[in-house]
Structure formats: C-alpha cells, structure tokens
C-alpha cells in the first residue's frame, strides 16, 4: 500500500500579506493627522496636563438686601401675630432699583400675608408655599432678572 500524500501547495510569500496592515497603517495615520490638524485633540495639550480652572467671580457679585420686618395680626380669637423677616438676593447692578422698590415689595408681602386663612399656618409645609408665593410677588414687583433669591430669616408667631 502506497500512501499518496498530497502535497500542500506552498502559500506564495509575496506582497499580498503585507498590503492589509500597509492600508491599515496609512489610513489610521491619516486619520489621526488630520484630527490633529482640525484640532479635535493636540498631542502636546495631553502631555501638559489638566488646566487649571478658571475661577468665577459670579458669587462676589451678590447682595443681600433686607426687607423690613413685617409684623401681621392673625385673624381669630388666638389674639397671634406673625412676625416675618426675609432677604432678597440679587446683585451689584441691581441693587439700588432693589432698594428703591422696596416699599413696593414690603406692601406685596404684607398684602399675600394677611390674606392667608389662620388655619393654615398649622399645616405641615406652609413655610415652604409662603416662601414660593413671596418669590413670586417678588418677581413680579422687581421683574425676574435682578431677584436671584429671597430667603426667609425669621418666620415666627407672637
């Protein structure tokens, strides 16, 4: 018995295992020249390092303008007062209109306050809804732009 082996044909090493990772080579070579030179990245900007941040001069720009206290009868047989101070965050361009529509915005809180019914001062979270409404009527008093905030700093009853 004879074996006939087959004879494998022998792979022809020519150019052709070379041109794929030849192709390969030049397209994603040209493909990271050309997002460098778009400047999508930059290869001395990542050996660099982090820059440093910029600081913000935002919060230096704020004021804080007291409201007058207002001090309200609560209606009903408790004989009760309540008395309210708030601050109003805005900044340094628009403080002197915050100071002078003051007055305007002093008689939009004791017109909201003495409207509230007695019995809802007892709820749970009405801290909360009196302080949206007064940012509201703030807003509306002084315009949107120059109240960034009101805080309330004393909310009591007498």
């Known amino acids: 018995m004879t074996d006939i082996v087959a004879a494998a044909p022998e792979k022809a090493s020519g150019k052709k295992g070379l041109l794929i990772p030849l192709v ?32 913000s001069t ?9 409201v007058p206290t207002i ?17 109003i965050e805005t900044d340094t361009t ?11 915005v002093s008689d939009a809180f004791t017109t909201f306050l003495s409207g509230v019914d007695p019995a809802a001062y007892e709820k749970r979270g009405v801290l909360e809804v009196i302080r949206a409404e007064l940012v509201t009527r703030t807003r509306f008093v002084l315009g949107e732009e120059p109240v960034k905030d009101l805080l309330i700093t004393e909310f009591r009853f007498k």
């Open 71 to 87: 001090e309200i009868v609560i209606p009903g047989g408790r004989a009760r007062s309540l008395i309210m101070s708030a601050t």
């Open 24 to 55: 390969a080579t030049l397209v994603l070579g040209g493909a990271g020249f050309a997002s460098s030179y778009l400047e999508f990245w930059s290869p001395s900007g990542m050996l660099s390092g982090p820059e440093a941040p910029v600081a």
């Open 58 to 66: 935002e919060h230096m720009a704020v004021e804080f303008i007291d």
């Open 94 to 104: 628009h403080k002197s209109e915050v100071t002078h529509l003051m007055p305007r």
